[in-house]
């Protein structure tokens, strides 16, 4: 049996199992209280995601599961919804990535602890394509019934998820490496998303502080001067519409609009979605009215989290 790289996959790994590491009685908040490297972690984690940068692997980072629930518990506190689904999108990356680079065992094992009955056995399917013979290794299946559980919100995004795609032999469905990291990440945002969603976790007073700080800011001054206006053109109309959807904040786009048909189609769908402009651009339409030393009207509002 394969022991579990905790440190690359820190959300496998409940906290309180982290914590008895330390002396019995310790919390998460005395670990904060007694220095800032897990705040500064988490802040420096949650800025990246807001500015859309890479990521770092959990793996590279010291004492990466109590930096992961410090900056889960952040992301929670904050309360918004951009920033979770930002949150997710970002995580989902990485893990997908390092999962693509796992051995087939260990896959299995990581499946294994998610409570996913996925099989390893190797099978070379022949077929022909342009008079040629040609070969396909399929190392991966799922027993009929798990299949079409696991991937039920699959199929309904990714035609290649349908059982007409996939060869059925003996009860068992069988698929690539990618189509299991596939359903693997899928499962683990699931898991991330209920974790980050909780409504009575108690969150350590420490990162609460730090919400309740950041919280805080105030509204880009270009948005507080749109706001003020009485006629909005279609442009400042819509960045009104989108700043409002990006901070969370559907109910204001809608009392602005009267249509929710309107809201609907800025928040979009997997291949479209409007967000708010740079302020690069915002300059370029002559709605820029202050210099905020910031590169988009969101990192204003959020703050730097420095």
Known sequence: MLILDFRKYPFLKPLEDELNKYAGGVSLNDLLVNGSYYLDQAKERID??????????????????LVFYTTLYLVTALDNDMLKKKFLDKESQIIEKNLLNESEETLVEIANYLGLNINYNNIEIKYKKNKKTLSLSLKYSLNFIDFLKYTRELRKIDNKFSLASHILKDGK????????VRILVFQIRDKLMKMVNVSDVVIPEQIRKL?????????????LELKKKKELNNTEL???IAYYIDIGDEKSAIDLTK???????????????????????????GLCVASCNTLNPLQFYYGKLE
């Not at 469905?173 to 299991?180: D, G, H, R």
């Not at 309740?212 to 270009?222: F, N, S, V």
């Not at 048909?261 to 979605?273: L, R």
Request: include cysteine; hydrophobic fraction near 30%.
């Open 259 to 285: 249509d929710e048909n309107i809201v609907k189609k800025f928040k979009g769908n997997k291949k479209t979605k409007y967000i708010v402009y740079s302020c690069k651009k915002m300059k370029e339409l």
């Open 238 to 240: 819509g960045v009104l």
């Open 48 to 65: 990246k995601i807001l500015k859309d940068k890479e990521l770092e692997s959990y793996d590279k980072i010291k004492d990466s599961v």
């Open 211 to 223: 919400a309740d700080e950041l919280k805080g800011r105030k509204t880009p001054p270009c948005i």
């Open 173 to 180: 469905v069988y698929l690539t490496k990618e189509e299991i």
